[in-house]
């Protein structure tokens, strides 16, 4: 098993395949334009799927699809089907604000493709707008149906809560998920990439999300997935559904963090938070051997000791936290 300086294995791989994406979300993405990537940097589906194999060949069971916004990629289906057939990967996964999904789960679906994650922070229009600058609501829900109809499963919804922004929507959220089998995942709003402009004053808290869900919904603590999900998760009492809170700024989770992602141009990232890739794609495109690739890979995960968010939490606690005063990579680059 393949360990990092902390002893955690690697077992989720992260690949985001493009940096473009058609919202403008406050929390990830917010201003209009950023230094896109080449598109001859961009690695191809066939360069992905090659990279993909080896790691699972490491001990990557679960595959995710980020963005940016990964369905902007055209064709996404044909790298979903290069994907499905890796012998030994267990699970495949897309994560999509949902706005372009009506029009292709069907072809997501018939490549392979069998659960979705998809962003939805406010069942209000109006409000849904303001947080995404250019997404229609309407859009994202036709595309949440549309992934029911065709039975992908399960279908989770993730939600960033930030105070004075959407703390008042999470119950209408709850409800929608409870009232049409939807599982929901709270995530508290990060200081991810450098241009969100975060501050501690937005946080809305995971004890303080909890709190008000089971005010009227009481809820049962499950705990994490194999014990290193990030989501810790809950069922309702009356057996109506679960949902899940990403707590990564009040409980962080590093000590369980058994991810690795790979940037839309061949960037090896080991924290969300880093701020520094190793390229893998030089190797690649220079024609090193599978085993010389495998080798790098292997060299960079077990030098791998990243804690950033139990880092920030005990700068927080000591009053001595300016997120700006460490630069990480924009979360465009990373997904989530």
């Not at 058609?22 to 589906?45: A, Q, V």
């Not at 044909?78 to 267990?90: F, P, Y």
Request: charged share 30%; with cysteine; net charge neutral.
């Amino acid at each position: 098993m393949l360990l990092d300086a902390l002893k955690r294995p690697i077992k989720d791989l992260r690949i985001s395949v493009t940096d473009r994406c058609n919202f403008r979300c406050s929390y990830c993405m917010p201003l209009d334009e950023y230094e896109w990537i080449n598109k001859k940097e961009i690695l191809t589906f066939e360069e992905i799927a090659h990279l993909a194999t080896l790691f699972v060949g490491l001990g990557v069971e679960k595959i995710r699809l980020t963005g940016g916004e990964p369905l902007v990629r055209q064709n996404l289906d044909k790298l979903v089907a290069k994907l499905s057939a890796i012998d030994g990967l267990q699970d495949l996964c897309l994560t999509t604000n949902g706005a372009l999904l009506a029009e292709k789960v069907a072809a997501l679906k018939a490549a392979g493709l069998k659960r979705v994650n998809i962003s939805i922070d406010s069942l209000d229009p109006e409000k849904f707008t303001r947080i995404t600058k250019r997404g229609d609501l309407s859009k994202v829900l036709e595309g949440i149906f549309a992934a029911k109809k065709y039975g992908l499963h399960p279908i989770k919804l993730n939600a960033v809560i930030e105070k004075g922004i959407n703390q008042d929507d999470v119950l209408n959220l709850v409800e929608f998920s409870r009232d049409h089998g939807f599982a929901i995942r709270f995530i508290e709003y990060m200081d991810v990439g450098n241009s969100n402009s975060w501050t501690s004053e937005k946080l809305v808290s995971k004890k303080e999300i909890i709190e008000t869900i089971n005010s009227r919904y009481p809820l049962k603590e499950v705990g994490r997935v194999q014990g290193s999900a990030p989501s810790v998760d809950y069922e309702f009492v009356d057996g109506c559904g679960d949902i899940g809170v990403i707590a990564s700024v009040t409980e962080p989770f590093c000590p369980s963090c058994t991810r690795v992602r790979l940037t839309a141009d061949g960037k090896l990232v080991t924290c969300l938070f880093s701020d520094v890739g190793h390229d893998v794609k030089v190797l690649l495109r220079g024609g090193a051997s599978d085993k010389e690739i495998t080798e790098f890979l292997t060299s960079i995960w077990r030098m791998r000791a990243d804690r950033y968010s139990a880092e920030r939490l005990e700068a927080l606690r000591s009053s001595n936290y300016n997120p700006k005063s460490h630069k990480k990579i924009e979360m465009i680059s990373l997904g989530g």
